[in-house]
């Protein structure tokens, strides 16, 4: 048996309904009119109903791809959200490490902030978390420990609320 994906349980959905409407109208023609209109009329309900459930099937098809585009869009702007934060916080640690003043080199800093810079522009980085990412960069490069805190705390919500966001399945107007 093959697995159900999208496209196999809506024709199997639209199959289904087919054949019931098929075989409703046919017992309907069959108790008003005897065998000949219940030929009729199960006929012209079947392939009705078919041509429906193919048109439907079309259009619905076409939607779920729709949707599944918006879904995998937001999805990966949300891993690339995740992503600034990452690499944001490596940067951090280089520029005030715990293990005190000598515990990063200068090439490893300058190689963190480069990648923080670099990931942080990216275009997919949405627009609210790569302006929380400027700032707590701007910090950063200041030295300034409590307003990078702040800053980092800003993007952490930034990021967070990014992943709350309903992904809008239908393009705006």
């Given at each position: 048996?093959?697995?159900?994906t999208?496209a196999?349980?809506?024709?199997?959905?639209t199959?289904?309904?087919?054949c019931?409407?098929?075989?409703?109208s046919?017992l309907?023609?069959?108790?008003?009119?005897?065998?000949?209109?219940?030929?009729?009329?199960?006929?012209?309900?079947g392939?009705?109903?078919?041509?429906?459930?193919?048109?439907?099937?079309?259009?619905a098809?076409a939607?779920?791809?729709?949707a599944?585009?918006?879904?995998?869009?937001h999805?990966?702007?949300?891993?690339?959200a995740?992503?600034?934060?990452?690499?944001?916080s490596?940067y951090?640690?280089?520029?005030?490490p715990r293990?005190?003043?000598?515990?990063?080199t200068?090439?490893?800093r300058?190689?963190?902030?480069?990648d923080?810079?670099r990931?942080?522009a990216?275009?997919?980085?949405?627009?609210?978390?790569?302006?929380?990412?400027?700032?707590?960069?701007a910090?950063?490069?200041e030295?300034?420990?409590?307003?990078?805190?702040?800053?980092?705390?800003?993007?952490v919500?930034?990021?967070?609320?990014h992943a709350r966001?309903?992904v809008?399945?239908?393009?705006?107007p």
């Open positions: 048996m093959s697995p159900l999208p196999r349980a809506l024709l199997l959905v199959s289904g309904i087919a019931l409407a098929t075989a409703a046919a309907v023609g069959l108790v008003v009119g005897g065998p000949p209109a219940a030929l009729v009329l199960g006929i012209s309900a392939a009705g109903s078919a041509v429906g459930a193919f048109l439907v099937r079309r259009r098809l939607s779920h791809a729709r599944r585009t918006a879904v995998m869009a999805g990966y702007a949300e891993g690339v995740q992503y600034v934060l990452l690499i944001i490596n951090a640690a280089a520029v005030f293990s005190g003043p000598h515990g990063v200068p090439e490893e300058a190689a963190r902030r480069t923080a810079y990931i942080a990216e275009e997919e980085v949405p627009h609210r978390v790569r302006e929380a990412a400027a700032d707590v960069l910090a950063l490069d030295g300034d420990r409590s307003g990078s805190a702040a800053a980092q705390t800003a993007l919500i930034a990021v967070r609320e966001q309903p809008p399945l239908r393009p705006g």
